[in-house]
């Protein structure tokens, strides 16, 4: 079983930074990819970002290129997100997820097989 924990949310203004972390633990980790989610109050959870694990290819969302930057210490087991330029519609619970294997689209939530608890952002304006 993997366990999957983030940490660094917080309240935090327009135009500031925050590093989300992820940390796994549990049996020997080796995902194919890990990735980020968030979700907004009233919203679907929607995809933010992902890395995979070998080779460190990433995707992101439109709206969070160029702001957000997603990476990885395998040694570690921890992936992280620096989020720079925030803005009040980044405010959401921000969930760190695993991937097993390839298949799947890396977009849907579904494609994950495991999951943290979510860490809260709030961006006031």
């Known amino acids: 079983q993997v366990q999957l924990v983030e940490s660094g949310g917080g309240l935090v203004q327009a135009g500031d930074s925050l590093r989300l972390s992820c940390a796994a633990f549990?049996?020997?980790?080796?995902?194919?990819?890990m990735g980020w989610f968030r979700q907004a109050p009233g919203k679907d959870r929607e995809f933010v970002a992902q890395?995979?694990?070998?080779?460190?290819?990433?995707y992101y969302a439109d709206d969070v290129k160029g702001r957000f930057t997603i990476s990885k210490d395998n040694a570690k087991n921890k992936m992280f997100l620096q989020m720079n330029a925030l803005k009040p519609e980044d405010t959401a619970v921000y969930s760190c997820?695993?991937?097993?294997?390839?298949?799947?689209?890396?977009?849907?939530?579904?494609?994950?097989?495991?999951w943290g608890q979510g860490t809260q952002v709030t961006v006031s304006s």
């Open positions: 997820a695993a991937k097993d294997s390839s298949g799947g689209f890396y977009r849907e939530d579904s494609a994950y097989s495991y």
């Open positions: 549990g049996r020997t980790f080796r995902p194919y990819a």
């Open positions: 890395i995979t694990w070998t080779d460190g290819i990433t």
